[in-house]
């Protein structure tokens, strides 16, 4: 069966940095989603990753490696309203998207 | 986990005609769920909020009358795609709320409905 695992609740420190692991066994890839999801909100898109490597984009910055089947979200400077729920979501080979449950990240002062 | 499926997958149809896309929770009932439609650069936009047994709340800008959106039981909505149009090709995803016995909310996502329009 096709899944994506991600860890259910972190908690980090205001000003530090985290890492949201996200591993996946699909049938196909055809790319890699981080969306940021506020409590009572849409979800917002935060990266698209296909090819393997690091992308940067501000304080928030996503990994893919193909090969292992994993990708992490590194979000730096933490601000307390980086406080939401970060979902990760592939694209599989019929282009349907197989989501992660989600990772609550808790910032605290 | 709880599952939310979508069906169907993939749909071309011509233009004019109307498409209807269903939204299931598979294991658990979903007293409210919701419409997406993700844009080419990837972001999600919040359609409406499908309340079971009530009308659908639509965001600003989304015409009720051509996206019709139907909640009839506690595990079913669907998404009518009125008189389409080739703008109208998108993917849609639906996603439902679990609301545990202890007041946990969890939002779950299907797998998205591509539409093409010709």
């Known amino acids: 069966g096709q899944n994506i695992d991600q860890p259910t609740e972190m908690t980090a420190t205001e000003g530090a940095i985290v890492q949201i692991n996200c591993t996946y066994q699909?049938?196909?890839?055809?790319?890699l989603f981080w969306y940021q999801q506020h409590a009572g909100e849409a979800p917002t898109f935060l990266s698209y990753n296909v090819l393997d490597g690091l992308e940067e984009k501000g304080r928030f910055s996503s990994f893919l490696s193909r090969s292992k089947g994993y990708s992490y979200l590194l979000l730096k400077e933490l601000q307390m309203k980086d406080s939401a729920s970060y979902l990760c979501?592939?694209?599989?080979?019929?282009?349907?998207?197989?989501w992660g449950a989600g990772t609550k990240l808790i910032i605290k002062p | 986990g709880a599952v939310v499926s979508q069906h169907p997958s993939w749909v071309i149809c011509k233009s004019g005609t109307s498409v209807k896309i269903e939204c299931r929770s598979l294991d658990f009932q979903a007293t409210t769920m919701f419409w997406y439609r993700q844009f080419p650069k990837k972001s999600l936009m919040l359609m409406a909020t499908s309340n079971e047994g009530s009308k659908a709340t639509y965001e600003q800008g989304v015409e009720k009358d051509k996206f019709l959106i139907n909640h009839a039981s506690l595990t079913l909505s669907t998404l009518t795609v009125t008189s389409a149009h080739p703008e109208d090709s998108s993917f849609y995803i639906c996603?439902?709320?679990?609301?545990?016995?202890?007041?946990?909310?969890?939002?779950?996502f299907g797998p998205g409905t591509r539409l093409l329009v010709l």
């Open positions: 699909t049938s196909g890839f055809n790319g």
């Open positions: 996603s439902a709320k679990e609301v545990t016995d202890g007041g946990r909310e969890t939002q779950y």
């Open positions: 979501a592939v694209m599989d080979s019929n282009y349907q998207l197989i």
